[in-house]
């Protein structure tokens, strides 16, 4: 306690060098927290987008059906998937379920034909599946609507659809035949993913088995969870659950390939930036601190000549360069929480549309408090580290040296 008293004194004396250094750190120490914040809310955003985007938590099929090509995959459905849908319900953190059928086909409207990758499901599950979805034009489609379609807007745009037109779908069955049906238009859906907007169709899950000649039947179970964080724990009672009745799982990001990717650059483009401030910052404090002690050299030899041990004096001089950091990373945190506070309060920053993307968004800064003990534990042995330095060396000069030193 004694030197960190004295540590305030020495601090308060040197009031310039103690305010350029808290400076330093304060400035450094919130930079890196909202940088780190940013990537934490792109990396966040992504994946609830894609989760709520249709998605799922995890999805459920007949075992086998995911090693097939896609024009086989009917040959493997879930046939009484209510009773399975019903058990899985029972796992503890499931939300909802939602069955699907899919199908690939073309959508014509007008002489107008486009590639569609689509879907029948329900759609009151659907509307809560497509939370992170955007409704562009027209509405989604009630309960009893059995012929109506929603569309993805690039998709519809394509054929030149406007929500209420009549459009054909025509798909492929199992045996080889040609079927096709009429459905009214009644929305057109926005998504993140341009290649998802130019091919998406849902249409109600009863209407696709009949168009597929597949009734009772659904190639896939979406899970959607309560709670993403619960995700490693339902595992075990998802992996027991699906042995029972011959089927196998997949979590939704060996479902989209395409996130580990887009975080895998994000996480490595902003740790470069991270990597530029951080070394900016300890080389600015190893430069103050450098600076503080040598400037204090006679300062220093006074305090040995008066009795002072050289224990001591890394004592002290650790304990100013303890409590600067410190200080500095407390305040940093405080001013990061205020500016992430204001930008998201303002509604975040203005951003284009990455690549691959159809829309811009606005950055959010989630701070995370693992991220500032982190930094705040560096930045204590950056400082503590940087005042020893030339204390050591201080010590090791004669009592006389110190007191001529110029």
Request: glycine share 10%; net charge neutral.
């Amino acid at each position: 306690m004694m030197y960190v008293t004295m540590g305030i004194r020495n601090l308060k004396k040197h009031k310039r060098k103690t305010i350029l250094t808290l400076l330093t750190v304060l400035i450094g120490f919130a930079c890196l927290l909202l940088s780190r914040g940013y990537v934490h809310y792109c990396l966040w955003g992504l994946r609830e987008s894609i989760i709520n985007g249709g998605i799922g938590h995890y999805q459920v099929f007949k075992k086998g059906y995911c090693s097939l090509s896609n024009e086989n995959r009917h040959d493997l459905v879930i046939s009484d998937y209510r009773k399975v849908l019903k058990s899985l319900s029972l796992i503890p953190g499931v939300d909802f379920i939602a069955p699907r059928l899919s199908f690939e086909g073309l959508l014509t409207h007008n002489g107008q034909s486009a590639t569609v990758c689509g879907y029948g499901g329900w759609n009151a599950e659907e509307k809560k599946l497509l939370a992170f979805s955007s409704l562009d034009k027209g509405r989604f489609p009630r309960k009893n609507e059995q012929f109506s379609l929603l569309a993805g807007t690039g998709l519809a745009s394509m054929i030149k659809a406007q929500p209420d037109d009549t459009v054909t779908v025509t798909v492929a069955l199992r045996e080889g035949a040609i079927n096709a049906m009429d459905f009214t238009l009644s929305g057109c859906m926005g998504n993140q993913l341009e290649e998802l907007e130019n091919t998406f169709t849902c249409i109600p899950l009863e209407t696709a088995q009949i168009m597929l000649d597949l009734p009772e039947s659904v190639d896939s179970l979406i899970l959607m969870l309560s709670d993403s964080s619960l995700s490693p724990g339902i595992e075990k009672d998802l992996a027991a659950c699906c042995e029972r009745y011959g089927l196998e799982w997949r979590r939704w990001d060996d479902l989209v390939p395409y996130y580990g990717g887009a975080s895998a650059f994000y996480s490595s483009s902003m740790d470069v930036a991270g990597i530029v401030i951080l070394a900016i910052v300890v080389f600015a404090i190893l430069n103050t601190m450098l600076m503080s002690v040598f400037e204090r050299m006679r300062e220093l030899g006074t305090m040995r000549a008066l009795g002072t041990r050289g224990g001591q004096v890394l004592c002290i001089l650790g304990s100013e360069g303890f409590l600067l950091a410190l200080v500095g990373c407390v305040a940093g945190f405080i001013l990061a929480i205020i500016i992430a506070t204001i930008i998201n309060t303002a509604g975040g920053i203005p951003l284009p549309p990455p690549p691959g993307n159809t829309r811009s968004y606005r950055g959010m800064i989630h701070l995370q408090m693992m991220d500032a003990l982190y930094y705040a534990v560096f930045f204590v042995a950056v400082a503590v580290g940087a005042s020893l330095y030339p204390a050591a060396k201080a010590i090791r000069c004669s009592i006389a040296d110190t007191l001529r030193w110029m």
